[in-house]
């Protein structure tokens, strides 16, 4: 039999007793330099007194228990490590701060804040270990959420029960204490008390920095729900959540890009946190997840997101097309995810939106001929895909003229006839507009759409139900017919003068463009067979009817109608 002092020689001996026993040394001994180097610090004074306070506070509580029982519990030595992670982070720090040699005050200000906090963190947790030891899961009672209706003390005590949890339970406990907490912050009050609870904010930020895969995702997910209130997102910034959301992006897991991303997205909606994610490497690290082709498109579309809040930045739109963001997103435009497709299109047309000069980059490295793709019917695009392919095309290519040439090269006329003849509401409506739009610069183009075949699709567009389609459509007749072999093939179909005339009826509730039809026959009635297809209308009375309720546009008309060689024709209404 072994006796007492063999036991304790045994224990001595023990390599992890010995190993933690290390740790726990060098830990002293690097905060005790630390705190050495922190005096010779001149800048952020009363940031560094912060900081130097809680390193004594974390010292001396280090060495009451190398010389205590609790240096012998496996439990402590597993929280020293990330102590020391934060020490050697904080170490690097002074060091900047002493030789001048960071990259900006409010960076710097921003770390300061950051790791003051995780060295709160840390004082509470060795305390929760010093006072109570640690939890497991076997050996704690669970207390169950508040029903409905529960006194708001119920509801503290539960929040603040998950809060002893997630400080000194063991990663089980860790991990059951976050569910429960994604649980409760989607509803306000729960949400009201834990951002209220500045340690659990400051803890759900270290746990991202956590070895834990699951520790990490869980944290992340309760952080998303608590940024999707407005009035929480100071709290999760001031609290450091940037840095450790940006380090996952470049090395988490699938899920925890995938939701750091998010967090990220809703966060920079306030474009203030714009630069805060560009100086910690977020703008480098969301460009690597979109220009990755192996990375999961529910990881890029929420990246692509990021990156179209930052790029209202002037300075960072600048980085971005150094770090070749251009090429890199017109790659995303042949994504087969939807979601990667609309972020890609969308931040490329925010990029060019007032600058020439990225506009001639996009069109440059193949920008047009991919959105052309994604209107391509051959190709199983969504409808939304190809509302903003179409808007974007508009953004890019209709301000001069050999971006529109390079488009109509590529087809794009007859895309649009296909779409006005049998797109969707919503794409047909964005197809008459860049119809409408591309009818008014120039005869040559005009001519064109009149060889394909728009001018027939026009006119069945004067009658639809929606009153935008309907005076787009009619204007854009109105400028095609300016054109006389446009002119000569519009009045060869007895049916386009008729309908036209049909839809001047005075009573007609959808008569709202009036002045565009009457202008188009005003043009038509500029060549004899013009004239005659008008007089020779059963519907020509519809124009004796707005001309004798004094409608300007229709008597001259009239009048036009009235020579010599018509005259006898139109001589009753004249007379009357």
Same mark, same amino acid.
């Given at each position: 039999?072994?006796?007492?002092?063999?036991?304790?020689?045994?224990?001595?001996?023990?390599?992890?007793?010995?190993?933690?026993?290390?740790?726990?040394?060098?830990?002293?001994?690097?905060?005790?330099?630390?705190?050495?180097?922190?005096?010779?610090?001149?800048?952020?004074?009363?940031?560094?007194?912060?900081?130097?306070?809680?390193?004594?506070?974390?010292?001396?509580?280090?060495?009451?228990?190398?010389?205590?029982?609790?240096?012998?519990?496996?439990?402590?030595?597993?929280?020293?490590?990330?102590?020391?992670?934060?020490?050697?982070?904080?170490?690097?720090?002074?060091?900047?701060?002493?030789?001048?040699?960071?990259?900006?005050?409010?960076?710097?200000?921003?770390?300061?804040?950051?790791?003051?906090?995780?060295?709160?963190?840390?004082?509470?947790?060795?305390?929760?270990?010093?006072?109570?030891?640690?939890?497991?899961?076997?050996?704690?009672?669970?207390?169950?959420?508040?029903?409905?209706?529960?006194?708001?003390?119920?509801?503290?005590?539960?929040?603040?029960?998950?809060?002893?949890?997630?400080?000194?339970?063991?990663?089980?406990?860790?991990?059951? /204490?976050?569910?429960?907490?994604?649980?409760? @912050? *989607?509803? %306000?009050?729960?949400? !009201?008390?834990? =951002? &209220?609870?500045?340690? +659990?904010?400051?803890?759900?930020?270290?746990?991202?920095?956590?070895?834990?895969?699951?520790?990490?995702?869980?944290?992340?997910?309760?952080?998303?729900?608590?940024?999707?209130?407005?009035?929480?997102?100071?709290?999760?910034?001031?609290?450091?959540?940037?840095?450790?959301?940006?380090?996952?992006?470049?090395?988490?897991?699938?899920?925890?890009?995938?939701?750091?991303?998010?967090?990220?997205?809703?966060?920079?909606?306030?474009?203030?946190?714009?630069?805060?994610?560009?100086?910690?490497?977020?703008?480098?690290?969301?460009?690597?997840?979109?220009?990755?082709?192996?990375?999961?498109?529910?990881?890029?579309?929420? /990246?692509?997101?990021?990156?179209?809040?930052? @790029? *209202?930045? %002037?300075?960072?739109? !600048?980085?971005? =097309? &150094?770090?070749?963001? +251009?090429?890199?997103?017109?790659?995303?435009?042949?994504?087969?995810?939807?979601?990667?497709?609309?972020?890609?299109?969308?931040?490329?047309?925010?990029?060019?939106?007032?600058?020439?000069?990225?506009?001639?980059?996009?069109?440059?490295?193949?920008?047009?001929?991919?959105?052309?793709?994604?209107?391509?019917?051959?190709?199983?695009?969504?409808?939304?895909?190809?509302?903003?392919?179409?808007?974007?095309?508009?953004?890019?290519?209709?301000?001069?003229?050999?971006?529109?040439?390079?488009?109509?090269?590529?087809?794009?006329?007859?895309?649009?006839?296909?779409?006005?003849?049998?797109?969707?509401?919503?794409?047909?409506?964005?197809?008459?507009?860049?119809?409408?739009?591309?009818?008014?610069?120039?005869?040559?183009?005009?001519? &064109?759409?009149?060889?394909?075949?728009?001018?027939?699709?026009?006119?069945?567009?004067?009658?639809?139900?929606?009153?935008?389609?309907?005076?787009?459509?009619?204007?854009?007749?109105?400028?095609?017919?300016?054109?006389?072999?446009?002119?000569?093939?519009?009045?060869?179909?007895?049916?386009?003068?008729?309908?036209?005339?049909?839809?001047?009826?005075?009573?007609?509730?959808?008569?709202?463009?009036?002045?565009?039809?009457?202008?188009?026959?005003?043009?038509?009635?500029?060549?004899?067979?013009?004239?005659?297809?008008?007089?020779?209308?059963?519907?020509?009375?519809?124009?004796?009817?707005?001309?004798?309720?004094?409608?300007?546009?229709?008597?001259?008309?009239?009048?036009?109608?009235?020579?010599?060689?018509?005259?006898?024709?139109?001589?009753?209404?004249?007379?009357?």
């Amino acid at each position: 039999m072994k006796t007492e002092m063999g036991h304790k020689e045994e224990e001595r001996n023990s390599p992890e007793l010995s190993t933690g026993k290390s740790t726990h040394r060098r830990a002293i001994q690097l905060i005790s330099s630390l705190i050495s180097l922190s005096h010779s610090v001149k800048v952020f004074p009363v940031k560094w007194q912060l900081i130097r306070n809680k390193l004594e506070e974390l010292n001396s509580g280090l060495t009451a228990a190398q010389n205590g029982d609790l240096n012998q519990n496996s439990e402590l030595w597993d929280l020293i490590p990330a102590m020391l992670l934060t020490v050697s982070e904080c170490y690097e720090f002074a060091r900047q701060c002493v030789n001048m040699s960071y990259s900006g005050k409010l960076l710097m200000q921003s770390d300061l804040d950051v790791v003051s906090a995780k060295f709160e963190l840390h004082l509470k947790t060795l305390a929760g270990v010093c006072t109570i030891g640690i939890p497991n899961h076997s050996s704690v009672i669970l207390v169950s959420r508040p029903g409905i209706g529960a006194c708001q003390d119920d509801m503290k005590f539960y929040v603040k029960d998950l809060l002893t949890r997630l400080k000194i339970g063991d990663l089980e406990m860790k991990s059951q /204490a976050l569910v429960a907490m994604n649980e409760v @912050v *989607g509803e %306000e009050f729960f949400l !009201k008390i834990v =951002v &209220e609870t500045d340690e +659990i904010i400051s803890l759900l930020v270290n746990f991202l920095d956590f070895a834990e895969t699951e520790i990490q995702e869980e944290s992340i997910k309760v952080i998303s729900v608590i940024a999707g209130n407005d009035l929480c997102k100071s709290v999760l910034v001031g609290a450091g959540i940037i840095a450790p959301l940006i380090r996952i992006l470049e090395s988490g897991s699938d899920l925890g890009k995938k939701r750091a991303a998010r967090t990220l997205q809703i966060l920079t909606e306030n474009s203030d946190n714009a630069w805060l994610v560009s100086a910690h490497g977020g703008v480098t690290a969301l460009l690597n997840i979109c220009s990755n082709g192996d990375e999961k498109g529910e990881t890029i579309g929420p /990246a692509c997101g990021v990156l179209r809040n930052l @790029v *209202g930045v %002037e300075e960072i739109k !600048k980085f971005m =097309v &150094e770090e070749g963001a +251009i090429s890199a997103f017109i790659k995303l435009i042949r994504s087969k995810d939807e979601v990667s497709q609309i972020n890609s299109i969308e931040f490329l047309k925010i990029m060019a939106s007032g600058d020439e000069a990225i506009r001639q980059m996009i069109i440059r490295a193949g920008g047009i001929q991919s959105l052309i793709r994604v209107l391509d019917p051959k190709f199983p695009f969504s409808s939304k895909a190809r509302e903003i392919s179409i808007q974007a095309i508009e953004s890019f290519c209709f301000s001069s003229t050999s971006s529109i040439n390079i488009l109509l090269g590529c087809g794009f006329l007859d895309l649009l006839l296909f779409f006005i003849r049998s797109g969707e509401v919503s794409v047909q409506e964005l197809a008459v507009k860049a119809t409408y739009r591309l009818s008014g610069v120039s005869e040559e183009i005009k001519k &064109e759409m009149g060889d394909v075949g728009f001018m027939p699709e026009l006119v069945r567009l004067l009658d639809a139900k929606s009153f935008e389609i309907r005076e787009m459509a009619a204007e854009a007749l109105s400028n095609m017919v300016l054109v006389p072999r446009n002119r000569r093939r519009f009045v060869q179909e007895d049916c386009n003068v008729c309908q036209i005339l049909q839809l001047l009826k005075p009573e007609e509730g959808k008569s709202g463009n009036r002045k565009l039809l009457l202008s188009t026959l005003m043009s038509l009635s500029s060549s004899n067979s013009g004239r005659r297809k008008i007089v020779n209308s059963d519907y020509l009375k519809n124009l004796e009817k707005l001309a004798e309720a004094e409608v300007t546009d229709a008597k001259k008309l009239v009048r036009k109608l009235s020579t010599n060689r018509f005259h006898c024709i139109l001589k009753g209404f004249w007379n009357s």
